[in-house]
Structures are given as structure tokens and as C-alpha cells.
């Protein structure tokens, strides 16, 4: 594959400055977060390509901190959001107040006004207050009595999920799911890890003590630009052939969507600077196409009972398409 740079590709000073960013935010949250870098590192790709993030896992894995991480990372305003069975849509979106000092009716912003917004337990609320994120999610506004109220730049919702199979939950709707740029979980760290977080003074879960190493103006910045970074065709071409055999496949009966693969190209060109390259190679849609695809990935039921999981379907994909070779022109 011959890399052919577009006039509005980002520089190597862009690259350089982006993969020094993505180290020293990595090395920030991971402060707070031990043994859990995959996790992180997917995490910032997903915010600098723009998109949010779904951490699924069991209570106490450290969900919540990785997230308060992030945000504190970046320096950005923060907001959390306790999702409860009894939230409503206004909790979350806000809502228009009358003020008897002036007789005025006034719009007062709800908790989705901020540049990371932590969705805490998302599945613990109503499909209705689910469904108030939608629009927020998808076009960066909240719409109230008619009026369209823009959140933030850049903006970022970071939830996190228990498993479904848990008292109190409630599955999110397709269409949510599909809101989500990467899904990904923390799992239980290793033992030398654990075994650090459980030393007394560890600085595990502190997230008061994690330095914030950029603004929400260079991360903004420097995310439009690497929008820029080039991906060969025949890249493109791989990508659509992963979908195509995910939605093929005789035990799926919706597929990622043409949007659920162009999110997967978006997050190649972020996770490519993150290397230090400034176009995408085959390894990078294959390192990313589980946490991009697979909660994109609805099964039938016989497939499902049958114990079938979403996550093979794609990692079966990965095996079956052959990637594309290299020029040697």
C-alpha cells in the first residue's frame, strides 16, 4: 500500500505533538487506573475521534474512575449523572423554568452542558431517559420547547454499564448502542496489580491526584487535524469487506452499519497517530474492529441461545477476510 499524504493531511510536527499528548494523558489516567493501558489508551482514541464510550463491566472494577480520569486528564468541565429508575429526561437535558424576579421563562441547563459527561450506571434508567441522550449524543444539541441549546466543544459521554443480567437493569436500545463510537470493559487487573491497588497509600482511585496535562482547546485542535490523516483505499476496501462478512454471517440479523464502519475508520486514523504514522495500516483496523463493531453486532435468537457471541462473529471476520498486502512497487 503506497501512502499518498492529502493537502490536508496533518504534519509529522502533528503527529509528533499528538503521540506526545496521547502518552502523557495515558500515563496521567493510569495513575489512578493501574494495569488497565488497553483500556485507557481505547478510551482516548474514542475522544479524540470524536465519539463517546460505553465501559461494560461489573461494579467495582473501576469504571467510574477511568472515567473521572479522563476527564481530569483533559482538563475539561465535568459533569456525572447518576442513572437511577426514577431519573427523568429533564434530569439529564434540563429544563425550562419560569423566574417570578422577572416574570421570564428561561432555559436552566441540565448536567449534559459540560465537556465530559460521566452517564453513570446507564442501564440502571428507564428506556425513556436512555433515549433522552439521543439527540445530544448524535448532534451535539439539546432541543427544549423548540429551542436547540448547543452543548460544549469538544464534548464526550463517557457511561458506564453493569451487565444485563443484573437486578435493576435494563438493556439499552439499538439505537443507543449504536450512539457509542467503542464499547470496552476493565475486567479484574492481574495479581501484581491488585496487589498494588490494595497496598495501603496506593494512589489507586485518587482521581484528585491526577494532573491535568492538556486543554480542551489543544485537544480539540489537534482532533480536527488528525481528521486529516490519510487511509488508503485499499484500507477502505478491508474495512467494507469486515462488515460486509460480519452482516453475512447466517447468525447476525442486523450488522454494523455504513456509520459503525466509518466510525472504525475514524478510530484507525487516531490510533495511527497514536503509533507515530500518519496513515492507517491493516494492524490498526484489526487492534480496534471488536470495540467499534461488535455492540454494533445483533445476534439471532437461536444464535444466542446457542451461545454464540457478537464478539466471535467479528473475530471470525477478522480471520476469514485477508488483509491487504503491501506494494512493492
Partial sequence: MTAVASPFSPTEDDIAEFRRLHRRLGDAVETAVHGKRGAIDLVLVATFAGGHVLLEDVPGTGKTTLA?????????QVRRVQFTPDLLPSDVTGTTVFDPRDG?????????????????????????????LLEVMEERTVTVDGAAHPVPDPFVVIATQNPVDLDGTYRLPEAQLDRFLVRTSLGYPDAEHEIEVLRPGSTAGRVADVPVVA???????????????HVADLLLRYVRDLGVAVRTDPRVRLGASTRGLRALVRCTQVYAAAQGRNYVVPSDVQRLAEAVLAHRTLLTRDAVLAGHTSTAVVHEALETVPPPQPDHD
Fill in 68 to 76: 473521572r480520569a479522563v476527564a481530569r486528564a483533559l482538563g475539561g
Fill in 104 to 132: 421570564q421563562v428561561r432555559f436552566r441547563p441540565g448536567p449534559v452542558f459540560a465537556n465530559v459527561v460521566l452517564a453513570d450506571e446507564i442501564n440502571r434508567a428507564s428506556a425513556k431517559t436512555q433515549s433522552a
Fill in 215 to 229: 486543554s480542551t482547546d489543544e485537544a480539540a485542535a489537534l482532533a480536527e487535524r488528525l481528521s486529516g490523516l
